[in-house]
């Protein structure tokens, strides 16, 4: 899942987030935040193995080049990843979304041609050979004007967007989001 943030971060498209509570765990950190921004309740019952594992860890900040000015937020953060029971497919888990509209502005569930095609893009500059198969739209449930929730199908290129080398910067998966998402794609060419 990809959530679109505006506020803290400019435009860039990244995963749920948020803070560690004081004596709580990351996974029990990071399935509250998936809670409070999209209304999905996962439990580790809910989970393969009932496990809910870190993926990477990755350090932040922002803006995100020194050319863009001196960084004024600084976090670190973590990825989690659980592979969640049959029963819980995207499909199930969409019917159940409740985007909070104070957090996020979009939701999409993404499949793997997506990923392999913002995985493919360079960090800088132009894009390195995105995948011929990625398709042009994706389907998303985007927080309307009257802050109700509606389905509309973007444009994957949106996703497929690169760090300009100068100038203002656009709208784009983050460089943090980009390494989590190819090193799932590492992890799940593993597991098969």
Known sequence: MVLERFQEFGCHQVHKGGHVEVNETLWEAGLRELKEETGLHITPDDCVGKTVNTLVLWESVFPPMLCRGLPHRHHAVVYMH???????????MQ????????????SAWLDRTIIEG?????????????????????????????????????????????????????????????FALSEWLRLSVQRC
């Open 82 to 92: 659980a592979k969640l029971n049959q029963a819980h497919t995207a499909e199930a």
């Open 95 to 106: 019917s159940r979304l409740a985007l909070d509209s104070t957090e996020v502005g979009a």
């Open 118 to 178: 913002i995985v493919a893009c360079n960090e800088v500059g132009e894009q390195s050979g995105t995948p011929t198969d990625t398709p042009e739209q994706f389907r998303a449930t985007v927080i309307n004007e009257d802050n109700d929730p509606e389905v509309q199908f973007l444009s994957t290129s949106n996703l497929l967007t690169v760090v300009p080398e100068g100038g203002k910067d656009i709208e784009r998966v983050s460089t943090g989001t980009k």
